[in-house]
């Protein structure tokens, strides 16, 4: 059965699977077209096209934008876009600069809860200039303090907790421009994960689309059937085209495998049309 995976993470940020083995598992999976969408960075992109050459799978450029609205992040995917763009790789740069102040931070509090830890271990380990908090959670998981990346998140990591410091992030209009002046096109990532205070969900989407988002990830590996059929719905009203995908990361989150997600997730390859004549490639 052919099928897509518009949503994954290498070890060119917080995935800890190479371009590589991420073309092998999607082999496996049956995915024939697929998206590398590393957080702030386009490098594994080439690696990825030329083991999707061997086996046949397409490989879509592309990447995850963390934005935030108030109290929301709104992560932003960008598809069909040149991972040479220098324009956009400034501003992606700018965006690893972010991490590379907040990062320090959150290793001062886990040093002042008495966790021997320095952010060049962690910089090493993550080998890459992406560097993000599931860096952090597998350097505490290899020093024993926690048993897994969910178990740092839910101890030091996540918002609310001992060690979180917030990162400066663009506004969703910003991202949404960014993707837009590169060609590409912007999808709100992971709807489940949006947290809406002040209005509804379609009306906090019928304003991205007014800043440019071009689609929805309507399937999505933690969405449930109930909450597929009303981001479906939600893009169907607001004319905005849907994908889908895993949001694999390998180890930072060992329960989702490539293409099925918890093992349910299907992206139809029938979505793939659409999208590419949006993105002028028919
Ligand atoms: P950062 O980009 O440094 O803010 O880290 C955010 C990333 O951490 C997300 O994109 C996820 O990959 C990962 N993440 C967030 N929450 C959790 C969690 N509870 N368990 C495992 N990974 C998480
Ligand atoms: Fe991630
Ligand atoms: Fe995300
Ligand atoms: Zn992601």
Redesign the pocket.
Same mark, same amino acid.
């Given at each position: 059965m052919s099928r897509l995976d518009l949503h994954l993470?290498t070890t060119h940020?917080?995935g800890s699977c190479s371009p590589t083995d991420v073309i092998e598992r999607a082999h496996q999976a049956g995915v024939t077209t697929l998206a590398i969408t590393d957080?702030?960075i386009m490098t594994g992109v080439p690696e990825a096209i030329t083991a999707g050459l061997h086996r046949g799978i397409e490989v879509i450029p592309g990447l995850?934008i963390?934005s935030s609205v108030g109290d929301s992040e709104l %992560?932003i995917l960008g598809y069909f876009l040149d991972w040479q763009d220098e324009e956009l790789n400034r501003r992606l740069m700018t965006l690893r600069e972010s &991490?590379h102040r &907040?990062?320090p931070m959150i290793i001062e509090r886990l040093q002042a809860l008495g966790i021997e830890i320095t952010y060049e271990e962690v910089r090493l380990l993550a080998g890459t200039d992406a560097?993000?908090?599931?860096?952090? *959670?597998r350097a505490l998981m290899n020093k024993g303090v926690v048993s897994s *990346?969910?178990d *740092?998140?839910?101890r030091f990591? *996540?918002d609310g907790k001992p060690a979180y410091v917030p990162?400066e992030l663009p506004t969703p209009a910003e991202a949404i421009s960014w993707i837009k002046a590169g060609q590409g096109l912007a999808v709100l990532a992971h709807p489940t994960w949006v947290r809406v205070v002040d209005r509804s969900l379609g009306e906090m989407v019928r304003a991205l689309k007014e800043d440019g988002l071009d689609g929805v990830e309507v399937y999505y590996s933690t969405h449930n059937p109930r909450q597929t059929r009303e981001y479906l719905s939600l893009a169907q009203q607001l004319g905005l085209l849907a994908t889908g995908g895993s949001?694999f %990361?390998g180890l930072?989150?060992p329960d989702i495998e490539v293409g099925i997600g918890k093992g349910t997730l299907h992206v139809a390859s029938s979505l793939l049309p659409k999208l590419k004549q949006a993105a002028g490639r028919a």
């Open positions: 993470h940020s917080d957080h702030d995850e963390s %992560h &991490r &907040r990062n560097v993000g908090r599931p860096h952090i *959670a *990346a969910k *740092a998140f839910d990591l *996540a990162r949001d %990361h930072t989150k």
